[in-house]
């Protein structure tokens, strides 16, 4: 079978089920496991569902995700969303978006975009994320590869796991002073996680969330975590330890070149370390997100807050509506919504929070533009989120405008 009779068949399934979900997709759940770090088991899954051998644990769930997970063993697929259709071949969303990005993105954002060009997951870790960090533009460039802006939102009404907190950046001495070497013999070592010593730490609370610029140090903390971010799975690890294990060194080289590891040996990460903007004094204040009331969405049935905002390569929202209570809906282009709590019906789609099957759907940009009316079923609150891609909403604030 030929690339275009695939890419044929592709468009049909895509036209169906357009045409019976009137522009809405569900998207069936993509779990990904990662070995360097134990799962927090909060994503629903059955409990013998988790450990999967020699690819570690499931600790994360991508949502309407194009981009493939980057793992040492892989599974074919794994990351990637497939369309939920009844009777019907798996198809990938990305295969959709390659074979017809006119009727998922509109034909001027197709235009000029290649792609969704976003990746929202949930992360669910037992321990703290090892002090890490995303390469910048031309880093990721030397591998053919892509930066990792990312973004976070804690989720409510669950718990925090063993360590609520997080470390980010460097003390501003270290930057002051030109002392980034402090760090060499922790990476030299390799066996402990005294490193993060020399990081500033942050408590996190349910609801509000940081965002972090590819080049920036951090080590996530064990909050359930509701992450947006650009469309790559790019990482190199500075902590040795997480718990009582040693993780593999390799991962300190992941997105170094071979000739810069050649060259300058556990030094290579520290030429994709963003220096200024992780020994700033005022880290929290510029880094920090709180859901942010959007006057204009005001409605009596609930609203909305922005609470990935800051940034124009990603933008998020949280939706509530209320009990009984029935919200209109109309954006600029195509988003994704994740349904967290709560129970209603979206488009016409029933949607469930907690649920695998009904959490999840794709608004392509022809539906995106008209009125979408949410109905809130349940006698609870309905929780949603929706996220979007780059320079879909040109009037998301600025942290600064946010504080003031």
Same mark, same amino acid.
């Given at each position: ?13 895509? @036209?169906?089920? +357009? ?6 997709? @569900? ?8 070995? *360097?770090?134990?799962? &927090? ?19 994360? /769930? *991508? ?26 071949? @798996? ?12 009727? %998922? ?18 992360? $669910? ?7 890490? %960090? ?26 925090? &796991? ?11 001495? %270290?930057?002051?002073?030109? @002392? ?9 070592? *390799? $066996?402990?996680?005294? !490193? +993060? ?11 509000? #969330? ?20 650009? $469309?790559? $799975? ?11 294990? !040693? ?16 060259? +300058?040996?556990? /030094? ?37 807050? *922005? ?39 979206? #488009? ?57």
């Amino acid at each position: 079978m030929t690339s275009e009779t695939v890419a044929e068949r592709t468009r049909d399934v895509l @036209r169906q089920a +357009l045409a019976e979900g009137d522009g809405i997709l @569900r998207l069936a759940p993509a779990f990904v496991a990662r070995d *360097w770090v134990p799962s &927090g088991r909060r994503l629903g899954l059955p409990d013998d569902q988790y450990a999967v051998g020699e690819r570690g644990e499931i600790c994360e /769930r *991508w949502l309407a995700s194009t981009t493939r997970a980057a793992n040492r063993i892989s599974p074919a697929g794994e990351g990637l969303s497939f369309l939920d259709l009844a009777g019907a071949d @798996r198809v990938a969303l990305t295969d959709v978006v390659d074979a017809a990005p006119e009727a %998922i993105m509109g034909a001027a954002y197709a235009a000029t975009h290649d792609g969704l060009g976003r990746l929202a997951k949930i992360f $669910d870790y037992g321990e703290r994320v090892p002090y890490h %960090i995303h390469p910048r533009a031309e880093h990721a460039a030397l591998l053919g590869r892509k930066p990792k802006d990312e973004a976070y939102y804690f989720l409510p009404g669950v718990g925090m &796991g063993k360590h609520p907190e997080s470390f980010f950046g460097v003390h501003p001495w %270290i930057v002051d002073r030109r @002392r980034q070497d402090v760090l060499v013999p922790y990476l030299e070592a *390799w $066996d402990s996680d005294e !490193i +993060l010593k020399f990081a500033q730490g942050a408590l996190l609370v349910q609801e509000e #969330g940081f965002h972090i610029p590819s080049g920036i140090l951090h080590a996530p903390g064990t909050a359930l975590t509701l992450e947006l971010q650009e $469309d790559s $799975d790019v990482l190199c690890m500075l902590q040795a330890k997480v718990g009582d294990t !040693i993780i593999s060194k390799e991962l300190l080289y992941k997105e170094s070149t071979a000739e810069a590891r050649a060259r +300058l040996g556990e /030094r290579c990460v520290l030429e994709l370390v963003d220096w200024a903007a992780n020994g700033d004094p005022y880290f929290w204040q510029n880094h920090h997100l709180s859901p942010q009331l959007i006057r204009s969405s005001v409605q009596p049935g609930g609203e909305e807050y *922005w609470i990935y905002y800051g940034t124009s390569k990603f933008t998020g929202k949280k939706l509530v509506v209320r009990a009984g209570e029935t919200y209109r809906t109309v954006e600029h282009g195509v988003y994704g919504i994740f349904v967290w709590r709560g129970m209603g019906r979206y #488009g016409g789609h029933e949607v469930a929070g907690g649920v695998h099957g009904r959490d999840e759907l794709l608004v392509t940009h022809d539906r995106a533009i008209r009125p979408i009316e949410v109905e809130n079923t349940g006698g609870d609150e309905l929780l949603i989120v929706k996220f979007f891609g780059p320079d879909i909403n040109p009037d998301v604030p600025t942290i600064a405008e946010v504080a003031g």
